[in-house]
Each structure stands twice: as C-alpha cells, then as structure tokens.
C-alpha cells in the first residue's frame, strides 16, 4: 500500500526528511525510494559520505545538532545500526 509523501517534493519549500544512516540496507533503500518518489530528502552518511550525502559521525553531539540546525528537517528518521554487533 503506497503512503503519501510526508513532505513537499524536491524544489519545494517544505522541511526535507533527514535520513540518518543512508548508506545502510534499511536506510539506503528507504532513502531511494524517497528520492525516486520526489520527496524532499537529506541523507547522511559515515563512512562513505559522497555527494548527495552528507558525512555525520553519529556519536558527534556537535555534528548532529550542526546539521539539524543547518538542514530543519520536518522529521528524523534514524536507520543507522551497527552491524557487528558480536566484533
């Protein structure tokens, strides 16, 4: 079943998604299919930052809050895991 778009569409002049973590299996597939669908998104990355994404140390208080300040997303969604979990 196909949700509506939470925010205006890229070009628009609503508040984007910011997707933290959009390199990930979860995060990387959520934040295509948002792009593809035109939705206004920012995604963020930390270890393989590359244009569109932005770079985020996760565990970087300043960085984090830096960023939500400068981005002013309408909401955050935060995919982003650790994967070895037994390492």
Same mark, same amino acid.
Do not use: K
């Given at each position: 079943?196909?949700? $509506?778009?939470?925010? @205006?569409?890229?070009?628009?002049?609503?508040?984007?998604?910011? &997707?933290?973590?959009?390199?990930? #299996? &979860?995060?990387?597939? !959520?934040?295509?299919? =948002?792009?593809?669908? @035109? %939705?206004? %998104? &920012?995604?963020?990355?930390?270890?393989?930052?590359?244009? $569109? =994404?932005?770079?985020?140390? =996760?565990? *970087?208080?300043?960085?984090?809050?830096?960023? &939500?300040?400068? %981005?002013? $997303?309408?909401? +955050? +969604? #935060? $995919?982003?895991? !650790?994967? *070895? %979990? *037994?390492?």
């Amino acid at each position: 079943r196909r949700m $509506p778009a939470p925010t @205006g569409h890229a070009g628009s002049s609503a508040a984007p998604l910011l &997707v933290i973590g959009a390199t990930g #299996l &979860v995060g990387g597939t !959520f934040f295509q299919a =948002l792009q593809r669908e @035109g %939705v206004a %998104v &920012v995604g963020t990355a930390h270890q393989r930052a590359a244009n $569109p =994404l932005e770079p985020l140390e =996760l565990t *970087d208080r300043t960085a984090v809050e830096a960023l &939500v300040r400068r %981005v002013r $997303p309408m909401a +955050v +969604v #935060l $995919p982003a895991a !650790f994967t *070895d %979990v *037994d390492g």
